[in-house]
Nanobody
Framework: QVQLVESGGGNVQPGGSLRLSCAAS????????MGWYRQIPGKERELVAT???????NYADSVKGRFTISRDNDKNSVYLQMSSLKPEDTAVYYC???????????????????WGQGTLVTVSS
């Protein structure tokens, strides 16, 4: 069973930077898309950024130019470098992985989607 383990959340002042990390555990062969979503209490979860295994990226308009997503396919990991943080970036950030292929070359399982447990980012002075 695939699990996503996130790290890197915390408190930061406006204008500061923070880097989130997420690693997939298990017998992972490939992950089609990895990304980050965030949720503010009382609001729906929203996309922050995603990256496919071929490095195609998609960013929310609100984070373009400030956040950068990257992946290390050998480590089944995804990262989110956040800069010029604003108080409105405060949220729980969730790692997401889609189209996860696990197992061996002779016995494969495709899992549609897995979510991490979330990590809190607080931007405040």
């Amino acid at each position: 069973q695939v699990q996503l383990v996130e790290s890197g959340g915390g408190n930061v002042q406006p204008g500061g930077s923070l880097r989130l990390s997420c690693a997939a555990s298990g017998s992972v062969l490939s992950i089609g898309v990895m990304g980050w979503y965030r949720q503010i209490p009382g609001k729906e979860r929203e996309l922050v950024a995603t990256m496919t295994e071929t490095s195609d990226t998609n960013y929310a308009d609100s984070v373009k130019g400030r956040f950068t997503i990257s992946r290390d396919n050998d480590k089944n990991s995804v990262y989110l470098q956040m800069s010029s943080l604003k108080p409105e970036d405060t949220a729980v950030y969730y790692c997401n992985a889609g189209r996860i292929l696990t197992g061996t070359r002779m016995d494969r399982t495709l899992t549609p989607e897995v979510w991490g447990q979330g990590t809190l980012v607080t931007v405040s002075s």
